[in-house]
């Protein structure tokens, strides 16, 4: 028998089976660079609707993070009412690291270096399971919203930009 190749663990993935919550890694090739969120639905064979991206954003010193379908954009409104906020930015791309020990298309609300309110669009706790960052770039994880609602002390909220 050949030895499987085992993905590596993340803090994202030590947190959930420290919980024992279920869960399924999902990997993808990362060859061509970066890619967005409906380009890793792709090559991870899922609805790009089950496929949730996380934003991490700020007001004055204070961080919050927000998981929204890969499709869709965050509406930073919607997002300041649900934090309890006026008003929120975006988190520049140069803090991202050093503020949630995440890169770019690898970061999870699941594992960062400190915990920050977090929200997941509504739309999630519609699905039988949803898919997001694993905590590496060209690792996913699929689990039930209610694990990862769970697993990030989140809340559900209307998130994202009408059309």
């Known amino acids: 028998m050949g030895k499987q190749k085992k993905a590596a663990k993340t803090n994202a993935v030590r947190m959930l089976e ?5 869960y399924e890694l999902m990997e993808y090739d990362v060859e061509d660079g970066l890619l ?5 639905a792709e090559k991870t064979g899922q609805e790009a609707s089950t496929v949730f991206k ?6 004055e010193r ?3 993070v927000f998981i929204i379908p890969v499709a869709e954009e965050l509406n930073l409104k919607k997002a300041a009412k649900a934090a309890g906020v006026k008003k929120l930015e975006m988190l520049p791309l140069k803090d991202l690291t050093k503020e ?3 890169v770019k298309g690898g970061c999870s609300a699941i594992g ?5 309110p977090t929200f997941i669009d509504e739309s999630a706790a519609e699905l039988p399971y949803i898919i997001v960052s694993a905590g590496k770039v060209g690792l996913q994880m699929k689990l039930k919203p ?8 989140a809340s559900f909220h209307d998130l994202v930009k009408e059309e």
């Open 54 to 59: 996380t934003l991490v954003t700020m007001a």
């Open 36 to 40: 967005d969120g409906v380009s890793v």
């Open 112 to 116: 960062m270096k400190k915990k920050f």
């Open 18 to 22: 420290k919980e024992n919550i279920p």
């Open 62 to 64: 204070e961080f919050f």
């Open 146 to 153: 209610n694990d990862l609602l769970t697993a990030a002390e």
């Open 100 to 102: 949630t020990g995440y």
